[in-house]
């Protein structure tokens, strides 16, 4: 991910935390239509500046979105790759 890239998704991101902030819910399981709607000011804002078309804008941010997901995934997965898992069925010593 490019540093344009990062900003990019950082500002949506910023802009998201405070728009979505009275979301009852967890807003992993809010509709993406939802979502969307709460988001559009933020991407229409940088379509204007950008000249993108707002499709473009979204897709963008979705692809970026999901790319940073894989990454915290993958490094958590990384830090808590040391820790032996227990089988609390067996019965004796582990």
């Known amino acids: 991910m490019t540093n344009e890239d990062k900003e990019f998704l950082d500002r949506i991101t910023a802009y998201a935390e405070v728009a979505m902030k009275d979301v009852d819910g967890d807003p992993r399981v809010t509709p993406i239509s939802e979502q969307i709607d709460y988001l559009r000011p933020v991407m229409e804002e940088i379509a204007g500046e950008t ?16 790319e940073a997901s894989v990454k915290k995934s993958s490094e958590f997965d990384d830090d808590y790759a040391d820790f032996v898992t227990v089988d609390f069925g067996k019965k004796g010593p582990f």
């Open 51 to 66: 000249g993108e078309a707002l499709e473009d804008v979204f897709i963008r941010y979705m692809d970026l979105a999901s």
